[in-house]
């Protein structure tokens, strides 16, 4: 039985994105609780982590390659309401194809303007959620999207990222956010989020989806970002979480 009405699918297909509210089966406050216990996973745990220099120090920014090591965001992101709803949006059957937590801690940058489709290997269609853990505001660098922009890529930067020529042009929404609800959008929206100016941490775990009948890649995709990262390890100017540069953090 579908998750969604015919004018939800309507509007994903006509805008490249949708919001829900309310519309997890677990609280806010056990989503804390297990963003909380992968975090610490950074001292030696599973999963892949990466940290950035802020005016409070070094922080974790991102953790990544989780969900087989933690059977309640296992159960979330891989069985639960999210990717049902996510397979409403694509037609057929999504499967996981990547998983990352951005923490965003005080103090925490932001993500210049981009579209995901040039660093998802592999696969042509694919749908990305943001779920937020903690209050997604203006203040703390909530997401920001563009609507009807999600046919083509975009005119690109020697990052990666939309040319600040064609940023300028776009109509930018911001989508401000509460535990509980759920942003779904195409991996060809533009879309981007500023630093983190508040004293209180705007972490969100990021789930991203692809058609079932392409395969199921995420160990290949782990595998191949893994090795790509690598190569890149001793760039100096930039902080290593993606294989386009968008994330605008401070290297260590």
């Keep these: ?25 677990i609280s ?27 005016r409070e120090g070094p922080r974790l920014c991102r953790s990544e390659d989780f969900t087989p090591f933690h059977a309640g965001l296992f159960q979330l992101l891989r069985e639960g309401v999210v990717p049902q709803i996510t397979s409403d949006l694509l037609g057929e059957p999504a499967v996981l194809y990547k998983e990352k937590i951005n923490y965003k801690l005080p103090g925490g940058a932001g993500y210049s303007p981009h579209q995901d489709a040039p660093a998802y290997l592999f696969v042509e269609r694919h749908i990305s959620c943001m779920i937020p853990v903690d209050p997604s505001t203006r203040e703390n660098g909530a997401l920001e999207v563009v609507s009807g922009f999600h046919h083509e890529i975009l005119l690109q930067d020697e990052k990666g990222c939309i040319d600040p020529s064609v940023v300028d042009q776009l109509d ?47 160990e290949q995709y782990y595998r191949e970002k893994q090795e790509a990262l690598a190569g890149n ?13 968008d994330f605008e953090g401070i290297p260590l």
């Design 1 to 25: 039985m579908s998750q969604l009405d015919q004018e939800d699918i309507e509007q994903f297909r006509e805008t490249g994105w949708l919001v829900l509210h309310d519309v997890l089966t």
């Design 28 to 54: 806010p406050a056990t989503l804390t609780t297990w963003v909380d216990e992968v975090a610490r996973w950074i001292d030696g745990g599973p999963g892949l982590h990466y940290q950035e220099q802020t």
């Design 172 to 218: 930018w929404q911001l989508v401000e956010l509460n535990p509980g609800d759920v942003v779904w959008f195409h991996s060809k929206t533009p879309h981007r989020s500023g630093a983190n100016r508040s004293v209180a941490p705007r972490r969100a775990l990021y789930p991203t989806y692809n058609a079932l009948s392409e395969g199921d890649l995420r």
């Design 233 to 245: 390890a001793h760039d100096p100017t930039r902080v290593n979480v993606s294989l386009i540069g």
